[in-house]
């Protein structure tokens, strides 16, 4: 049977980085009530190889249901993925390879399993249901729900005023996700504010198909170094898992300070009341922002990697930026060649990753941001493909190209 949680543990599940619960009385009284193990879903679309800490603010509340006993389920969107989320896009994405998403799957769940435990946990693949999904069985799914319906979804209505084209495809997105709830018969699905929508239809069909609907979490979304939504198509405004220590220590180190309270609060497990006690601080001025800045990054990393770690991650920023030295360890990136004998750096930040478009690496440069072995870039700098040149982003980033 499941463990029955004590009244604080069960208000910060149900409260912390938490935007809605859906239904959460009929929830909170299961989790109380310990009397069944609730079958909990959250699906991944692996785009990316890697997850970043806004995903962790789902996965710790996986953690928290395993131990208290109850059936974690990943979903890994194997068919959705190729499909792509048209979530927060004016824009159809272009369509991604079976064999490019298993690739990204297989890096997600070692990922993942340093969060959520394997104990109570099972990973399944959407081809377990879609493997063998017939054109019938598409069309009577597709006929539960109206085309009115999904045009109510914010993303195709700014495609509309915008006179975009919406793929059909884009449209059987939200059916597709819905239908892994019935698919594993879901009690719980958990997903981020942007993916309400999805996690709603699925209620529905649950519903419609004589399902108990799923109670679901719809969990705050962190902010990325930018202050616009962490995501994996900003990779270099993303705080990842596999960041090194310093890396990760340093991009916490860059975010502005009024997104310090949503990092304390949603990014770490810093207990509640010491988070009030470090915000109230803050706003009264008794601890300086760069100070809280740093006691952040060293929670962040002292989570995701080691207290010890964070030491030398604190040690590594203080040598950086108090002495302006580059960093000791420096991460190797491989690029590709491809045949030339010279990249121009405009392309090369972006197959680095150190910039997520060339609109972006443009601005970088043009700003003076940019250095390949200590010298300032222009726009119309080349990279010889003959060496291990070392670029420089800002003060913070950087990397040494390893040529293929």
């Not at 435990?117 to 009577?140: C, H, K, M």
């Not at 002292?302 to 580059?326: P, Q, V």
């Not at 491809?338 to 700003?367: F, K, M, N, T």
Request: glycine letters at 6%.
């Amino acid at each position: 049977m499941p463990t029955r949680p004590s009244e604080p543990e069960l208000d910060e599940l149900l409260t912390r980085a938490v935007a809605e619960v859906i239904v959460k009385a009929d929830l909170a009284a299961a989790l109380r009530a310990g009397e069944r193990r609730l079958r909990v879903k959250q699906g991944f679309d692996p785009t990316r190889p890697n997850l970043h800490l806004g995903h962790v603010v789902c996965l710790r509340k996986l953690r928290t249901l395993a131990r208290w006993g109850h059936e974690i389920v990943i979903v890994i969107g194997d068919y959705t993925t190729q499909i792509g989320d048209p979530t927060d896009k004016d824009e159809t994405r272009p369509m991604m390879s079976h064999e490019q998403v298993l690739a990204n799957a297989a890096t997600y769940l070692e990922q993942l399993h340093r969060i959520v435990p394997r104990e109570n946990t099972r990973v399944v693949y959407q081809a377990e249901w879609y493997g063998g999904f017939s054109l019938r069985d598409t069309f009577i799914l597709a006929s539960r729900f109206s085309v009115q319906q999904m045009l109510a979804r914010e993303e195709f209505r700014k495609r509309i005023a915008t006179k975009t084209p919406i793929p059909i495809k884009d449209m059987l997105y939200p059916l597709l996700q819905a239908y892994d709830s019935v698919a594993i018969e879901a009690d719980v699905e958990l997903g981020g504010t942007d993916q309400q929508f999805n996690l709603l239809v699925g209620r529905e069909l649950q519903e419609q198909v004589g399902q108990r609907p799923q109670n679901l979490f719809i969990i705050e979304l962190l902010e990325g170094t930018d202050g616009l939504k962490m995501s994996k198509s900003t990779p270099a405004t993303s705080i990842w898992l596999t960041d090194a220590p310093a890396e990760m220590f340093g991009k916490v180190m860059s975010i502005a300070d009024p997104l310090m309270p949503h990092y304390f609060d949603w990014g770490t497990e810093l207990p509640r009341d010491e988070v009030r006690a470090t915000l109230d601080a803050l706003a009264r001025g008794d601890l300086h922002p760069r100070e809280a800045k740093e006691r952040l990054a060293r929670r962040i990393v002292s989570e995701l990697h080691s207290a010890s770690a964070a030491d030398e991650a604190a040690a590594e920023f203080g040598r950086r930026f108090r002495e302006g030295a580059a960093p000791s360890e420096i991460a190797d990136v491989t690029v590709a060649r491809e045949g030339a004998d010279r990249v121009p750096v405009l392309e090369l930040l972006v197959r680095a990753g150190l910039a997520p478009s060339r609109a972006e690496a443009r601005r970088l440069i043009e700003q003076g941001g940019v250095r390949v072995d200590g010298t300032r870039v222009e726009l119309a700098t080349a990279v010889a493909t003959d060496g291990a040149p070392v670029l420089q982003v800002g003060k913070r980033r950087f990397a040494r190209i390893a040529w293929r």
